[in-house]
């Protein structure tokens, strides 16, 4: 199908339909499932491979993150979406590819797992081995497989919400689809646990294969499904892709190379990308040792400690529909991001400070004060996000961004793993303390993040972005 035979006329005019609230919670659905896939990956299989098979928790967080490293390929993904339509969708089809391929690979991931830990057994404790060795490699190979779908069908869906929105209606779609990200973690978090809910503490591991197993078919295909009914007929209807610019200066005649250029023109590229950097690090390092901290210091079961998740998604679900529509327009972008910041860092220290009463109800409280702080910032974020972004190199810049929160969330990933077994070493006794760690660096992450957000300006932005992609076709007319 050529690209003409989705747009019947590319230059048609500007009056579109204006996309509805029905088709943003219908969007929604596929961030809805992307979040469901994280609770496979960080809400069960972390405390699995850390608590259940002992690996050690540096090289959990390492293979975890590697889906976020990968995330340099977010960049290309998106300036190939923008230039190289797929079956005549510059979006869609790289959502529908990208989502068939991690969810196959969620799975694979899995059975590799069990056979990692057929040869990990060992009554004291993890070995390197030729056959530990070479299962760790497989893995590391399959989760970077899923994070490379994860970043094509992500990078491509986050410039499709580009393509179809406006200045007037932006902030509500970020608002309705991001919304639905939380959704995804609370239906995510009570369908994990509740296909583990026959699980206690001390199911043998040949139980907990069989229940993980159905777990990971399961949600992968309906997260499948969702994808597709998230996304069709949207871009065809809805999308401005074709008449923001002329065919003379859309991004399918900048080349990647052009497009890095474009990227690096302005500063402010490089300050909120540091600022994006700083603060998701800061904001998920606690993702790959949350489950464990509630197995190992609260004594929380495998399906109650994954439930710890609704708690976490009710509270950024609430700031969610609170700051995009009454905190962002009252005080701004910018100042919403500073106060968000200074909220996930007190919540952080308040997540630690839980662990000395090794009450789960503490932790719980703990968890939703944590994901109202967290949905405070994160929606001032990406709508700052969205205004630093051009029409023009919608993918490539959606690219840049999605690089920077991959690329953070795989660091704070590691850092996460590491400070863990540091403060294990240091605090042998007192797992409290070790964990608290965690937290602590956290909270200092997510002031520090402050400083670059002070020097952020949208409008230098702008200006110098829109003079570089002009300076870049003028250059292709010379």
């Not at 179809?164 to 239906?187: A, D, T």
């Not at 610019?245 to 540091?274: C, M, Y």
């Not at 540091?422 to 964990?435: H, N, P, T, W």
Request: charged residues 10%.
């Amino acid at each position: 199908m050529a690209s003409g035979d989705v747009f019947d006329n590319q230059t048609e005019s500007l009056a579109l339909p204006k996309v509805n609230v029905l088709t943003m919670f219908r969007l929604g659905l596929f961030q809805m499932g992307l979040s469901m896939m994280s609770i496979l990956t960080l809400g069960v299989l972390n405390r699995v491979m850390i608590q259940e098979i002992a690996i050690p928790a540096t090289l959990v967080a390492l293979v975890l993150a590697l889906p976020s490293f990968v995330a340099p390929t977010r960049i290309w993904f998106g300036q190939m979406s923008d230039a190289k339509p797929l079956w005549g969708y510059h979006r869609t089809a790289y959502v529908w590819v990208g989502a068939a391929i991690f969810a196959i690979a969620a799975f694979l991931a899995v059975q590799v797992i069990w056979q990692l830990n057929t040869f990990a057994s060992n009554p004291d404790g993890w070995a390197w081995t030729t056959q530990t060795i070479g299962w760790t490699a497989v893995l590391g190979l399959v989760f970077a497989v899923y994070g490379l779908a994860i970043c094509a069908s992500g990078t491509a869906f986050a410039a499709l919400l580009v393509d179809i929105s406006q200045e007037n209606n932006r902030s509500k779609v970020v608002g309705i689809v991001w919304s639905m990200l939380m959704v995804g973690i609370i239906v995510g978090a009570i369908i994990s646990s509740s296909l583990l809910q026959q699980l206690d503490g001390n199911a043998p591991l040949e139980t907990l294969q069989g229940a993980i197993n159905r777990l990971f078919t399961i949600v992968p295909t309906l997260v499948f499904g969702l994808a597709v009914i998230a996304t069709a007929g949207v871009e065809k209807k809805y999308s401005f892709f074709y008449q923001r610019s002329n065919p003379g200066n859309r991004e399918d005649s900048i080349s990647l190379g052009k497009a890095w250029q474009i990227l690096t023109a302005s500063r402010q590229t490089g300050l909120f990308f540091t600022f994006l950097l700083v603060m998701t690090i800061s904001l998920f390092m606690q993702d790959p040792i949350l489950e464990p901290y509630a197995g190992q210091v609260f004594k929380m079961p495998l399906a109650e400690s994954t439930k710890l998740n609704v708690f976490y998604g009710t509270g950024i679900l609430i700031a969610y529909a609170v700051t995009g529509f009454l905190i962002v327009p009252r005080l701004g972008k910018r100042r919403t991001a500073k106060i968000g910041c200074i909220l996930v860092s007190l919540a952080a220290l308040l997540l630690g400070f839980s662990g000395f009463s090794a009450n789960p109800a503490f932790l719980k409280f703990g968890l939703v004060i944590f994901g109202l702080a967290t949905g405070f910032v994160t929606t001032a974020a990406v709508s700052l996000m969205l205004d630093l972004t051009v029409a023009e190199a919608a993918g490539t810049f959606i690219g840049a961004w999605g690089l920077a929160q991959s690329i953070s969330r795989g660091i704070a990933t590691v850092i996460g793993g590491l400070v863990l077994d540091i403060g294990r070493q240091v605090f042998s006794d007192k797992l409290v303390l070790a964990y608290g760690m965690v937290f602590a660096l956290e909270a200092g992450g997510m002031l520090l993040s402050i400083w670059f957000l002070n020097r952020v300006n949208v409008a230098e932005f702008q200006t110098n972005t829109k003079d570089a992609i002009a300076s870049v076709l003028a250059s292709d007319l010379d």
